[in-house]
């Protein structure tokens, strides 16, 4: 199946940068622009109408994920969201994070002055984390599923293993680089908080997240928000405290409808035939990235590969990547792509052959 014509994609462009900018499929963009119209149309009652939109937004999220709607929070972005629940959590918590992680996910640790001990990004990274875990007995576990430079896919049954061996542990992970590429049940997932910004690979643009707790974590904080006074005005009063926390406030209608929008395109689809057109475009490009020796070692020599690669191309070929057409993006050692529903194989060989003519 072809889904190139769902998007708008110039013919002279390779567009492999959804680890960075996802597109917007037609139905969002058509979706945004009626909105627009109405909602700058005086006559209308749209602005008034936010709670009950939003509320709606919600349920499409939590049904998404396989969340409880009482339990799924909407953010202008994740790094709001997290930041939030750190500054929520008892300041004693010792925490384990990976080395290299996502500054929004490193750095509220980091600022704050928390107790962490931060672990390698290695081949066996799963062992790494379990071996601090039994060493150190850490009160939260932090990660990104996907890391945002190497690409490296943590074991999603691993995280399922260590919530049963360590039920009093709190994972929280950030999806970003992750959602919206497979199925994913989060009640099932043994993260007790999951969240994501909406504009890379949910092709949902900017200024829209979410967090989903788990039921344990949200019993968590509400207990040590006991005694603090609930909203008395009366546009408030449909907020519980923590929800003053995570939405404290109006929020872009048009942002999360696009997110909605996109979740629902993404439905119509359906997130089993997203993946397998992801895996066989990405099977390719595996396939001829490691031909070419241009796969980072920790990346090549683990079974499970994610749609996010570190292609070790000296960064300094970027701009010459980039005037031939490919849409992508240096990070660390090398150029990172990514390989999403708008991509196919030809997309791959014609970015191979780029790489070729250059060396």
């Not at 009626?34 to 109408?49: I, N, P, V």
């Not at 092709?203 to 603090?228: P, T, Y």
């Not at 031909?291 to 996010?308: A, D, Y």
Request: hydrophobic share 40%; aromatic share 10%.
């Amino acid at each position: 199946m072809h889904f190139k014509p769902h998007f708008n994609i110039a013919d002279d462009i390779t567009y492999l940068n959804t680890p960075g900018n996802g597109l917007l499929p037609k139905d969002s963009l058509n979706w945004r622009q009626e909105w627009e119209q109405e909602f700058f149309d005086s006559r209308t009652d749209l602005r008034d109408k936010q709670v009950d939109f939003l509320a709606n937004v919600k349920k499409t999220v939590a049904s998404f994920f396989t969340s409880h709607v009482e339990n799924t929070y909407l953010l202008p972005n994740f790094s709001f969201g997290y930041s939030t629940l750190i500054d929520l959590l008892p300041s004693d918590f010792r925490y384990v994070v990976l080395a290299d992680e996502y500054p929004s996910l490193q750095y509220p640790i980091i600022s704050r002055g928390l107790e962490h001990i931060t672990v390698p990004v290695t081949v066996d990274v799963e062992e790494k984390l379990e071996a601090e875990i039994q060493r150190s007995h850490p009160d939260v576990l932090i990660l990104s599923l996907v890391q945002y430079i190497s690409g490296l896919k943590i074991n999603l049954d691993f995280l399922k293993r260590i919530k049963q061996a360590y039920p009093d542990l709190l994972i929280i992970a950030d999806g970003t680089q992750f959602l919206g590429t497979e199925p994913f049940n989060f009640q099932e997932s043994g993260i007790d908080a999951l969240g994501g910004s909406g504009y890379k690979w949910l092709l949902s643009g900017f200024g829209n997240g979410f967090m989903l707790l788990s039921e344990k974590l949200r019993s968590l904080l509400e207990d040590l928000l006991i005694g603090r006074p609930k909203p008395t005005v009366a546009m408030w009063q449909h907020k519980s405290v923590l929800d003053t926390f995570f939405e404290p406030g109006h929020q872009d209608n048009l942002s999360h409808g696009t997110l909605q929008k996109s979740m629902q395109w993404i439905q119509s689809i359906g997130l089993d035939t997203i993946h397998a057109h992801n895996r066989s475009v990405s099977e390719e490009a595996y396939k001829l990235f490691a031909e070419r020796n241009l796969l980072l070692p920790i990346i090549q020599e683990r079974s499970e590969k994610s749609f996010l690669i570190n292609v070790q191309v000296d960064p300094a070929c970027y701009p010459h990547i980039q005037q031939m057409g490919i849409k992508c993006f240096p990070r660390g050692t090398g150029i990172r792509i990514g390989i999403h529903v708008y991509n196919d194989i030809a997309d791959i060989h014609r970015f191979v052959n780029i790489l070729e003519s250059i060396k």
